[in-house]
């Protein structure tokens, strides 16, 4: 375990103390994991209401320059060159065996493409779009912090600052004026509600972040509920759903392959990748609802009616949306169908469980 005065902070760490916030070493850095409320309480509350996220601990980059579309295009296989100013696209960085390096958003802006990557690999992946972009063109925004506020009624409470908001679709981004803060603000997030995510200059976020707090549908949530949101959502997590051995085709993530990228290929990995399009993969992620109320946590085994090995869960835990136990893992192709029995290895005692279809919850955005 990291030391905490070893751990980075973001310029929201002040204020989590101050609202009681119990922390925990993630990527690096020192986060809130829950508040005094509880975890269930924040899951809870960001379902029906508002929640606010530090997620600063991301990457932020700003891309500029001549060829820089192309350059991004041979590193992901999201079709960046269709992409219209001020809209947002989820891909993929790919290695040369078709594994996925990270998960990132990418919009596109008047001028540049603004990206967030994920805050384990934001080193690595600066790195990587350097080496494989025209010189310059590549750069980490440092002096910016990010929030998510997420929920039914985060939209509603954006438009109460500026209601500009209420034009803008899902996925879609643009500067807002928030409190007086000039803010880059995208309408997406990560627990499968309604949202919006903002991008604030560092010296500015407390007093954003105070002022979303003092509206009254909103409160704070750590990184606790964001996990248990993101996978009743059935979203994945870097370095628990994906990693350099797991390629799009077995995450089930084959939608953010462009129609033009399968048909031109031209990207790291695309030759395995759209092979296995073809081929079928040899494993495929599934929704998992285990039968008792014992959570499966990352790293159980799934086996079949004979207790033979099948596949593995990569999150697991209670879902408090869903009322019991959800996860996610992956299984050969033979018993990915919904409704398949399995088992899952809890403490040397197989349970019964069943592969369920993915989200466990309704996608609440709009």
Same mark, same amino acid.
């Given at each position: 375990m990291t030391a905490p005065e070893t751990l980075l902070t973001t310029p929201l760490h002040g204020l989590h103390r101050e609202l009681g916030a119990e922390f925990g070493g993630f990527a690096g850095y020192d986060m809130?994991?829950?508040?005094?409320?509880?975890?269930?309480?924040?899951?809870?509350?960001?379902?029906?209401?508002?929640?606010?996220?530090?997620?600063?601990h991301m990457g932020q980059v700003l891309v500029k320059g001549p060829g820089v579309i192309e350059a991004l295009e041979r590193l992901v296989p999201g079709d960046i060159e269709a992409l219209k100013v001020?809209?947002?696209?989820?891909?993929?960085?790919?290695?040369?065996?078709?594994?996925?390096?990270?998960?990132l958003m990418v919009t596109r802006r008047e001028s540049d493409l603004y990206v967030v990557v994920n805050a384990g690999c934001k080193s690595g992946d600066l790195?990587?779009?350097?080496?494989?972009?025209?010189?310059?063109?590549?750069?980490?925004?440092?002096d910016r912090a990010l929030v998510a506020l997420q929920g039914p009624k985060a939209v509603d409470v954006i438009a109460r600052l500026d209601p500009h908001i209420g034009a803008m679709p899902f996925m879609s981004a643009r500067e807002l004026t928030l409190g007086g803060i000039d803010c880059w603000v995208s309408r997406s997030g990560y627990t499968g509600e309604d949202g919006v995510e903002i991008s604030v200059p560092a010296e500015h976020a407390e007093t954003l972040a105070r002022l979303l707090l003092a509206q009254p549908e909103v409160m704070p949530a750590g990184l606790g509920a964001r996990d248990s949101? %993101?996978? +009743?959502?059935?979203?994945?997590?870097?370095?628990?759903?994906?990693?350099?051995?797991? $390629?799009?085709? =077995?995450a089930g993530l084959t939608w953010t392959i462009g129609k033009r990228r399968k048909l031109e290929g031209g990207f790291l990995g695309a030759e395995p990748i759209l092979?296995?399009?073809?081929?079928?993969?040899?494993?495929?992620?599934?929704?998992? %609802?285990? +039968?008792?109320?014992?959570?499966?946590?990352?790293?159980?085994?799934?086996?079949?009616? $004979?207790?033979? =090995?099948?596949?593995?869960i990569t999150s697991g835990g209670f879902g408090p949306s869903v009322g019991g136990p959800v996860a996610m893992g992956y299984v050969t192709p033979d018993y990915a169908d919904d409704g398949t029995a399995i088992g899952l290895v809890i403490r040397g005692k197989v349970h019964p469980a069943r592969i369920a279809p993915l989200p466990f919850v309704p996608k609440g955005w709009k």
């Amino acid at each position: 375990m990291t030391a905490p005065e070893t751990l980075l902070t973001t310029p929201l760490h002040g204020l989590h103390r101050e609202l009681g916030a119990e922390f925990g070493g993630f990527a690096g850095y020192d986060m809130p994991i829950r508040y005094p409320a509880g975890i269930m309480a924040e899951h809870l509350h960001c379902r029906a209401s508002a929640a606010l996220f530090d997620v600063s601990h991301m990457g932020q980059v700003l891309v500029k320059g001549p060829g820089v579309i192309e350059a991004l295009e041979r590193l992901v296989p999201g079709d960046i060159e269709a992409l219209k100013v001020g809209r947002q696209r989820y891909t993929l960085f790919t290695n040369a065996h078709g594994g996925i390096m990270d998960d990132l958003m990418v919009t596109r802006r008047e001028s540049d493409l603004y990206v967030v990557v994920n805050a384990g690999c934001k080193s690595g992946d600066l790195a990587h779009m350097q080496a494989h972009m025209p010189p310059g063109t590549v750069v980490m925004l440092d002096d910016r912090a990010l929030v998510a506020l997420q929920g039914p009624k985060a939209v509603d409470v954006i438009a109460r600052l500026d209601p500009h908001i209420g034009a803008m679709p899902f996925m879609s981004a643009r500067e807002l004026t928030l409190g007086g803060i000039d803010c880059w603000v995208s309408r997406s997030g990560y627990t499968g509600e309604d949202g919006v995510e903002i991008s604030v200059p560092a010296e500015h976020a407390e007093t954003l972040a105070r002022l979303l707090l003092a509206q009254p549908e909103v409160m704070p949530a750590g990184l606790g509920a964001r996990d248990s949101l %993101r996978l +009743e959502a059935g979203l994945c997590l870097y370095g628990a759903d994906l990693d350099e051995n797991t $390629t799009p085709v =077995e995450a089930g993530l084959t939608w953010t392959i462009g129609k033009r990228r399968k048909l031109e290929g031209g990207f790291l990995g695309a030759e395995p990748i759209l092979e296995q399009l073809f081929a079928g993969p040899r494993r495929i992620r599934v929704g998992i %609802r285990p +039968e008792g109320k014992a959570p499966a946590r990352a790293h159980t085994i799934i086996v079949d009616e $004979t207790s033979n =090995e099948i596949g593995e869960i990569t999150s697991g835990g209670f879902g408090p949306s869903v009322g019991g136990p959800v996860a996610m893992g992956y299984v050969t192709p033979d018993y990915a169908d919904d409704g398949t029995a399995i088992g899952l290895v809890i403490r040397g005692k197989v349970h019964p469980a069943r592969i369920a279809p993915l989200p466990f919850v309704p996608k609440g955005w709009k």
